[in-house]
């Protein structure tokens, strides 16, 4: 279906200007589901024809499918081509592959690593969202064997892939209700497969040699009733996955194309370490819906998720710690007091150089609307009289005897009339870099 105009949803709609939706008028309210900035259901008058044409109108362009028992991973949902546009809504999930043909007691290993796998960043647990499990041996018992035990240990949807259907229906059944994927539909086993994912509550993952033959699968299994696919682009080369994918977001996102307003899936080769991460960039950065990494390497795994977060965090919603006093290391009533902002980045990075010192102290951390230390003095959150009004309201002087307060270099020029602001302190300009503070910590202990 078309994307719909402001002014042909208008005409769905019963023109009486009420304001109960929240917009003023009728057109108002239909300008903002034409942007998929109001949700139908807003508007209590709306009539059952309105309802069946702008209901699928107002589906967000690419489908939403959940993944997992309690079906807690979700993708797609996304409206925009741009994270600028407005926001990304659901980051690409990680997976790591395991084969069955690889030693049984190295797997049980691997996939308990897998399990285990935690990585904290700025204040964030990050963990594997899937595991591929690759059926290389053509053996069913044996690929039955692994699908059984993956799920028992790792306890997280599946992404079950062969060339073999009869295989894969098997597999679907044996960890039936666990919200898996099945890797994938082609045009000679889509019915088989369709099937196998219904009865068990699993997405399908569909592939074609090319964009025009895998929209007429996806519209024939649509057709058919089932609803909740992936799609597996056939590239040959990061040039052409590139051009795929966005080809794809942009024909669902522009053109309102259903049949490719889906997630999509991507196993990485593992021909070249640096290769694999650069793939993987690719597709975090190009709509990528689930990367898979073809074998478990921690160092590939942080740089993966490290550009996931930098590109999926919202950045008109940065992340932030709770404004507060927080003792780093074992502090004394002595030691050093350093004030940073409560963007999580800095407060991670100011008290990570902090604990790498060697020295304990105390981190003020007023309230800065999750803003950079530049970025919040400009914009007046972090000034003097800030900061003092936030010593004082929590009473820093009642906790330590030290009167020195340590502020970042960049905003040295606060230095006096913070000092003015709080009486018998003095405000000592600190580095401007965080990477300077070890030695510039170095220098106070000499001192
Ligand atoms: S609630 Fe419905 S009828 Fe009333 S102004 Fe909004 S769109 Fe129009």
């Not at 942007?35 to 508007?43: E, G, M, N, R, V």
């Not at 049980?108 to 204040?123: C, F, H, P, S």
């Not at 028992?152 to 666990?178: M, Q």
């Not at 003020?364 to 803003?371: D, I, K, L, N």
Request: include cysteine; charged fraction near 20%.
């Amino acid at each position: 279906m078309k994307k719909l105009t402001g002014l042909q949803i208008q005409k769905y709609l019963p023109k009486t200007n009420c304001k109960e939706c929240g917009s003023n008028t009728c057109m108002a309210f239909a300008m903002k589901l034409a942007a998929k900035k109001a949700d139908l259901a807003d508007c209590p008058y709306a009539s059952d024809e309105a309802k069946a044409v702008l209901g699928a109108a107002a589906e967000p362009p690419v489908r939403p499918v959940t993944f997992g028992a309690d079906k807690s991973l979700v993708l797609g949902e996304e409206t925009v081509f741009y994270r600028h546009e407005k926001t990304y809504v659901h980051q690409t999930a990680l997976a790591v592959n395991v084969n069955d043909t690889d030693e049984p007691q190295a797997l049980e290993k691997t996939l308990q690593t897998i399990a285990d796998y935690k990585m904290e960043r700025v204040g964030e647990t990050l963990v594997i969202d899937m595991v591929a499990v690759t059926n290389k041996s053509g053996d069913s018992r044996r690929y039955l064997n692994l699908v059984n035990k993956a799920y028992d240990i790792v306890k997280r949807p599946l992404i079950l892939r062969s060339d073999d259907s009869k295989i894969l229906v098997e597999a679907a059944a044996a960890i039936s209700g666990t919200g898996s994927l099945l890797a994938s539909a082609t045009s000679k086993n889509a019915d088989e497969l369709v099937k196998a994912a219904s009865e068990n509550g699993h997405a399908l993952g569909v592939t074609a040699p090319n964009l025009n033959e895998l929209t007429t699968l996806t519209t024939a299994i649509k057709e058919k009733g089932f609803n909740n696919l992936v799609l597996q682009f056939q590239t040959h080369s990061l040039a052409e996955q590139f051009q795929i994918n966005s080809m794809a977001r942009k024909a669902a996102l522009k053109d309102n194309l259903k049949s490719l307003g889906y997630p999509t899936l991507k196993f990485l080769d593992a021909s070249d370490y640096s290769d694999t991460i650069v793939a993987g960039v690719n597709e975090i950065t190009k709509f990528g819906g689930i990367c898979v990494l073809p074998e478990f390497d921690p160092s590939q795994l942080v740089a993966l998720m490290t550009s996931r977060m930098n590109i999926y965090t919202d950045p008109q919603k940065p992340i932030q710690v709770e404004p507060d006093i927080y003792a780093v290391g074992e502090p004394g009533p002595e030691s050093p007091v350093f004030v940073t902002t409560n963007f999580s980045l800095t407060y991670f990075i100011i008290s990570g150089e902090i604990e790498n010192s060697g020295l304990s102290a105390w981190l003020v951390v007023p309230e800065c609307e999750g803003m950079s230390v530049l970025t919040s003095w400009a914009a007046g959150k972090f000034s003097a009289s800030s900061i003092a009004k936030f010593i004082q309201e929590k009473d820093l002087e009642g906790k330590v005897d030290s009167r020195q307060l340590i502020i970042p270099g960049y905003v040295s020029q606060i230095s006096g009339e913070l000092e003015d602001c709080l009486p018998g302190w003095k405000v000592v300009v600190g580095p401007q870099e965080s990477a300077d503070i070890e030695s510039f910590i170095s220098k106070i202990l000499a001192a």
